[in-house]
C-alpha cells in the first residue's frame, strides 16, 4: 500500500469510527453528565436519564444503582439489562408508573400514578432505562 491510499484509508477510519461512536457519546450505557443534559436537549433517552438522576425528580439512585452514578442505592435491584427483565417498554412503563401492579408491598414510589413524574417524563425514563 502506497503512503497516499494508507492515509486514505486512515482517514476513512477515522470517519467510520466517528460516525459509530458519535450515538455511544451520548450517554447509552450510564447515567449522562451534566453536559451531556445541556448538550442534548431533545434527545428522550439522555433527557431520560436527566430525569432518573435529579434528586427533584425521580431520585431513582437513592434506590438503585445505575452506572454513571454513585450513590449506590441498595433497596431496589441495580437497574441493568432491562430489556431482559421486560418483555417490552410498555411492560416498563409500568414498572416506573405504578409498581404496585408487579408487587403490592414494593417500597418503590408509583412515580405516574402519584403524579411524581408525567407520563411524558416516564417515557423519556424509560427510554434511557432501555439503553442500560
Ligand atoms: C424508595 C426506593 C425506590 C426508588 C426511589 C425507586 N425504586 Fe425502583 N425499585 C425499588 C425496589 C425495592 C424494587 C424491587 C422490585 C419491587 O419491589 O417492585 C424496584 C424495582 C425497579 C425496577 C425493576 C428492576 C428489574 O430488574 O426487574 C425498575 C425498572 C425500577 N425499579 C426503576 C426505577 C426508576 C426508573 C426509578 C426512578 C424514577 C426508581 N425505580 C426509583 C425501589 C425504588
Known amino acids: 500500500m502506497g503512503i497516499r491510499s494508507a492515509s486514505h484509508a486512515a482517514r476513512w477510519i477515522t470517519i467510520g469510527a466517528t460516525v459509530l461512536l458519535a450515538p455511544l457519546a451520548m450517554a447509552a450505557g450510564r447515567a449522562p453528565t451534566a453536559q451531556e443534559c445541556a448538550a442534548h436537549p ?19 439512585m ?21 430489556r431482559a427483565h421486560f418483555p417490552n417498554k410498555a411492560a416498563l412503563f409500568a414498572q416506573v408508573y ?4 408487579n408487587d403490592p408491598h ?10 411524581i413524574l408525567t407520563k411524558a417524563q416516564i417515557r423519556e425514563v ?6 442500560l
Open 62 to 82: 437513592a434506590c438503585h444503582v445505575i452506572a454513571g452514578t454513585t450513590m449506590d442505592g441498595n433497596i431496589g435491584p441495580q437497574l441493568k439489562d432491562l
Open 42 to 60: 431533545t434527545n428522550p433517552a439522555v433527557q431520560g436519564g436527566c430525569i432518573v438522576i435529579n434528586r427533584k425528580l425521580g431520585n431513582c
Open 98 to 101: 405504578d409498581p404496585t401492579m
Open 126 to 131: 424509560v427510554d434511557f432505562l432501555w439503553t
Open 106 to 115: 414494593t417500597a418503590m414510589p408509583p412515580f405516574g400514578k402519584d403524579r
